[in-house]
């Protein structure tokens, strides 16, 4: 089984900056696009940030300029710096991975259980 755990969410004031992480662990041969979404409260879940195994990045049109992703292959971890935050950032903030878990085998998404985000005015 392949697991993501996400860390680094947290409580900060509005204009600061927190750094999440997620580790992907357990078995897997490789990883392909990685990535984050989040949910605030009463909305839909969106995708934030993605960056493929290759190392091409997309974002969200509200987080282009604050947030950079960037990942690690050599430990199968997926970043996110998010700085000037504002309160319409608070949310949930999910970690997913497309996973290939055995050789000649096909990928699949994985998510981490999330990461609470809290932005105060």
């Known amino acids: 089984q392949a697991q993501l755990v996400e860390s680094g969410g947290g409580l900060v004031q509005a204009g600061g900056s927190l750094r999440l992480s997620c580790l992907a662990s357990?078995?897997?041969?490789?990883?392909?696009?990685m990535g984050w979404d989040r949910r605030a409260p009463g909305k839909q879940r969106e995708l934030v940030a993605r960056?493929?195994?290759?190392?091409?990045?997309n974002y969200a049109d509200s987080v282009k300029g604050r947030f950079t992703i960037s990942r690690d292959n050599t430990k199968g971890t997926v970043y996110l710096q998010m700085n000037s935050l504002a309160p319409e950032d608070t949310a949930e903030y999910y970690c997913?991975?497309?996973?290939?878990?055995?050789?000649?085998?096909?990928?699949?998404?994985?998510w981490g259980q999330g990461t609470r985000v809290t932005v105060s005015s």
């Open positions: 960056v493929s195994l290759s190392g091409a990045t």
């Open positions: 357990g078995t897997l041969v490789s990883i392909r696009d």
């Open positions: 997913f991975a497309n996973i290939q878990r055995h050789y000649s085998g096909d990928y699949s998404d994985y």
